[in-house]
């Protein structure tokens, strides 16, 4: 086989690679990875809240077959853009989001992995999800939203 044949057989492999099978990997497997990492690596943050706006993403497919999903947008001062879904619900995301949105400082429980990540997340548009949100502070009692059922207050 002539070696400009080769080359050429060679250089079209690694484009193919380059453009396909890494975007692939990238846009599939990696965030696969990530959410199975952030499941067994949770790590607690405190930021300060500025805002907090109630949302509702919904997803489709080509077939026409689609879910909505409430959730809660989170911005903060110094730890970027979080998502709070777990424990939302149609009766409380309201008064979760006015709990939210009255600011000061909060204690989330997030995945590891993406916290690490967020700021290439950011970048990409995907928020770090919130497993649990617990206002920080002295008190003896603090507001918790999220982790399914245990919205309220309770014992520090």
């Not at 975007?23 to 809240?49: E, M, N, R």
């Amino acid at each position: 086989m002539d070696r400009r044949v080769l080359r050429g057989r060679v250089v079209a492999a690694l484009l193919l690679v380059v453009f396909l099978v890494v975007p692939a990997l990238f846009l599939h497997v990696g965030p696969i990875t990530l959410k199975s990492y952030d499941a067994g690596h949770q790590i607690k943050i405190v930021c300060s809240v500025s805002s907090a706006e109630s949302s509702t993403d919904s997803s489709y497919s080509s077939r026409g077959v689609g879910a909505s999903t409430l959730g809660i947008a989170i911005k903060t001062e110094d730890c970027g853009p979080l998502a709070l879904r777990w424990g939302v619900t149609g009766a409380n995301i309201e008064q979760t989001t006015r709990r939210l949105d009255a600011g000061g400082r909060w204690c989330f429980t997030v995945g590891r992995g993406s916290y690490e990540l967020r700021d290439l997340l950011h970048r990409v548009r995907q928020a770090v999800f919130v497993r649990e949100a617990t206002r920080c502070g002295d008190a003896a009692a603090v507001d918790r939203v999220g982790g399914g059922s245990r919205i309220g207050a309770i014992p520090t």
